[in-house]
């Protein structure tokens, strides 16, 4: 799939806010400062589509893109470490999660984490709240241009010896960097070969 089109629809703060799930749809999510708008970014190959910062947190609505004028990508706010209130943090939690058990055209979660650092809790955790609700997602390394082949196989494989503890079978698990536009062409396939399971 190439990306010939890519514009910003709308900011949500409920789900109702949303676009109206006419077309597949694909969310981003991870860590606060994963490299959320930078992958999507260079995966849709505009430079400013989503604001990029390097204050943790940025991301404090449901941002809609409309990609090919066929489907949705939506950035969900960060978890974890940002510098904001705990009030703020759990009204985050709260519209995060109705998107995500609500969305009725949501085909898939792309699960950003960073390949830099050893499991982290709050991914783990994550990644077994989506999968106790049934809700489909992939796991994307973000940031493997900062490793040698040899540390990114070692924090890949302690990623895989964790999940494969409480998981049958593994999510599907991809490889990307913003900086080398490494595994974006492998992304955006699985897109092309998912959306036609929108009905």
Same mark, same amino acid.
């Given at each position: 799939?190439?990306?010939?089109?890519?514009?910003?629809?709308?900011?949500?703060?409920?789900?109702?806010?949303?676009?109206?799930?006419?077309?597949?749809?694909?969310?981003?999510?991870?860590?606060? =400062?994963?490299?959320?708008?930078?992958?999507?970014?260079?995966?849709?190959?505009?430079?400013?589509?989503?604001?990029?910062?390097?204050?943790?947190?940025?991301?404090?609505?449901?941002?809609?893109?409309?990609? =090919?004028?066929?489907?949705?990508?939506?950035?969900?706010?960060?978890?974890?470490?940002?510098?904001?209130?705990?009030?703020?943090?759990?009204?985050?939690?709260?519209?995060?999660?109705?998107?995500?058990?609500?969305?009725?055209?949501?085909?898939?979660?792309?699960?950003?984490?960073?390949?830099?650092?050893?499991?982290?809790?709050?991914?783990?955790?994550?990644?077994?709240?989506?999968?106790? =609700?049934?809700?489909?997602?992939?796991?994307? /390394?973000?940031?493997?241009?900062?490793?040698?082949?040899?540390?990114?196989?070692?924090?890949?494989?302690?990623?895989?010896?964790?999940?494969?503890?409480?998981?049958?079978?593994?999510?599907?698990?991809?490889?990307?960097?913003?900086?080398?536009?490494?595994?974006?062409?492998?992304?955006?396939?699985?897109?092309?070969?998912?959306?036609?399971? /929108?009905?």
């Amino acid at each position: 799939m190439k990306i010939k089109a890519a514009e910003f629809v709308i900011s949500a703060v409920t789900i109702e806010g949303c676009p109206k799930p006419t077309m597949p749809e694909y969310a981003f999510i991870g860590r606060s =400062n994963v490299g959320k708008s930078s992958l999507i970014n260079a995966l849709t190959n505009r430079r400013k589509l989503a604001k990029i910062s390097v204050t943790p947190g940025k991301t404090k609505l449901i941002n809609h893109f409309l990609i =090919n004028n066929s489907w949705y990508l939506a950035d969900l706010p960060g978890y974890g470490y940002a510098k904001v209130s705990k009030k703020e943090k759990v009204k985050w939690k709260k519209m995060t999660k109705d998107y995500l058990l609500g969305r009725t055209n949501l085909l898939s979660v792309f699960l950003l984490i960073d390949a830099r650092h050893k499991p982290q809790k709050p991914d783990l955790e994550f990644s077994s709240w989506l999968g106790e =609700n049934s809700i489909p997602f992939t796991l994307v /390394f973000t940031k493997t241009d900062k490793l040698s082949t040899g540390e990114l196989e070692k924090n890949i494989s302690a990623y895989k010896t964790i999940l494969i503890e409480a998981w049958e079978e593994l999510p599907q698990i991809f490889m990307s960097s913003s900086v080398k536009k490494t595994g974006l062409t492998a992304l955006l396939d699985y897109i092309e070969a998912t959306n036609p399971l /929108f009905k």
